[in-house]
């Protein structure tokens, strides 16, 4: 017997004693049913409740079940409708089915064969809802949402990423090791009308030369020593979908070459075949090397960079976007807080300050696992700058230890001169807003107002002497 939290329905007949009768055996399943009689009626039920199911004669007094299937089609259209009818014929059913109803009954219903079709259409539904929360779940772990920041050369690149997403041209994501250019290759594909199809990442740097080109295009059996059998590539891993090449620099000139063919044409042959192999792959590429140098020595082709450079985001290194420490600290800190059940509230002041003295050579990879480390390691409900690895403060160490070898004097000038860089690229990063700027320093407006007074920062002088 069903439960009554399997599902709600609702009987649509003009025939009372069909209808009772109908409504009673369901019940008796354990379903939650209500009845209608017209199509009015059932119209009027259906925007006060969502059912999952609607159980509909096609003969109404009003309307006939088929107008009642195209409302619900445009205004409830996870309800499933199963139609009913006394004169059933091939032409009906066909019909019923494609403008979208779930099942075509004959009557006399059999009551097993009602039960069967409604417990078939709620476990449909149910497919269809785990469905949808898994979308939204990768949209959220994939899409823009994902990616971290307020400086404007983050939100130039949002603005890009939104324009070229739904696009099939190739992108190229240039950036350091360590900037998240990952994440924003999967990011364009969410975003684009081919999330629901394959996004396939291959790190170039990381396959010797000789792997990558099966790796990339699969091989047929015998195509050299140790190929047993026929392998599939990553381009028709990804047919219909994404290609991510991650550090394309490190590609060899024999590889180049078969990339550039497959940019242009869309065809390619496996290693040692001879069949080729069409597919629709929406190609992104990144790298951390500077291609146009590669080009002038002669390691990278220069068609194949002309045809990969169409639309180029740039990934800025986050010591150009201090100002966004705060927001991604905070991220990754409710990040690891559900990953290990820990219940850190926050970062001290002086901890702070640390991370957004550091340079940052290994970027946001970098961030993260200092944060990860910290929320591993501290006692407390807050991180301290104790928490922190020592290489953090080491740069400030060796320029105070120097300053403070020329004399007395300049020791206070040893302590202020990191607190002047870091307001002058907290301002850089918003824009030289201010308000946005004392924010993002976790300071109010004034005092932003009195150090820039103390220090001599205006937009004009900083960028006279730069």
């Known amino acids: 017997m069903a439960s009554a939290t399997t599902g709600s329905l609702l009987v649509v007949d003009d025939d009372r004693h069909i209808q009772n009768a109908m409504a009673d055996y369901l019940r008796s399943l354990g379903y939650r049913t209500e009845t209608a009689s017209t199509c009015g009626e059932a119209v009027g039920r259906m925007e006060e409740f969502p059912f999952q199911v609607v159980v509909c004669d096609v003969n109404l007094p009003d309307k006939d079940g088929f107008e009642l299937l195209q409302w619900s089609r445009d ?14 014929t091939i032409e009906s059913a066909v019909e019923a089915i494609r403008m979208g109803a779930f099942d075509y009954l004959t009557k006399p219903v059999i009551d097993e064969e009602l039960n069967l079709s409604i417990e078939r259409a709620i476990s449909q539904r149910k497919l269809l809802d785990e469905n949808k929360k898994l979308k939204a779940q990768l949209h959220e772990k994939h899409g ?9 050369k983050m939100l130039r690149m949002f603005e890009l990423i939104e324009s070229v997403a739904g696009t099939k041209t190739t992108a190229l994501i240039l950036g350091e090791s360590g900037t998240g250019k990952t994440v924003t290759a999967r990011s364009i594909h969410q975003l684009s009308n081919r999330a629901n199809k394959p996004f396939v990442e291959v790190a170039c740097g990381a396959l010797p030369e000789t792997l990558l080109e099966s790796e990339l295009f699969g091989h047929v059996a015998g195509a050299f020593t140790g190929a047993s059998h026929d392998k599939i590539g990553k381009f028709l891993q990804a047919d219909g979908g994404t290609l991510f090449l991650d550090e394309v620099a490190t590609a060899s000139p024999q590889l180049q ?13 496996p290693v040692g075949g001879t069949e080729t192999y069409k597919v629709d792959v929406r190609l992104v590429l990144a790298t951390n090397q500077n291609l146009e140098e590669a080009v002038r020595r002669g390691e990278f082709r220069e068609d194949l960079y002309y045809r990969i450079n169409v639309i180029a985001l740039t990934q800025p290194a986050l010591r150009e976007r201090m100002g966004d420490i705060p927001l991604l600290v905070d991220h990754y800190l409710r990040h690891f807080n559900a990953q290990t059940g820990r219940g850190i509230l926050s970062v001290d002041d002086m901890a702070m300050h640390a991370m957004q003295q550091y340079h940052w050579p290994g970027n946001v990879r970098e961030l993260v696992n200092v944060i990860e480390r910290a929320v591993v390691l501290t006692k407390g409900d807050r991180i301290t700058a104790g928490d922190l690895p020592e290489k953090l403060f080491e740069e400030d160490e060796r320029r105070a230890n120097v300053e403070a070898h020329l ?3 300049s020791l206070k000038k040893a302590l202020s001169t990191p607190e002047r860089s870091l307001i002058i690229q907290a301002l850089e990063s918003n824009g030289w807003n201010r308000q946005n700027t004392a924010k993002s320093l976790g300071i109010n407006r004034t005092t932003l107002y009195k150090k820039m007074k ?3 920062i205006d937009f004009e002088t900083v960028y006279k002497h730069a």
């Open 144 to 152: 823009l949402s994902n990616i971290i920041g307020k400086d404007y």
């Open 454 to 456: 103390k220090y001599f």
């Open 407 to 409: 004399g007395g004097a």
């Open 257 to 269: 070459v078969k990339l550039l063919r497959v940019l242009q044409d869309r065809e390619f042959e």
């Open 75 to 88: 205004n409830a259209p996870d309800t499933a409708v199963i139609l009913l009818t006394g004169f059933g």
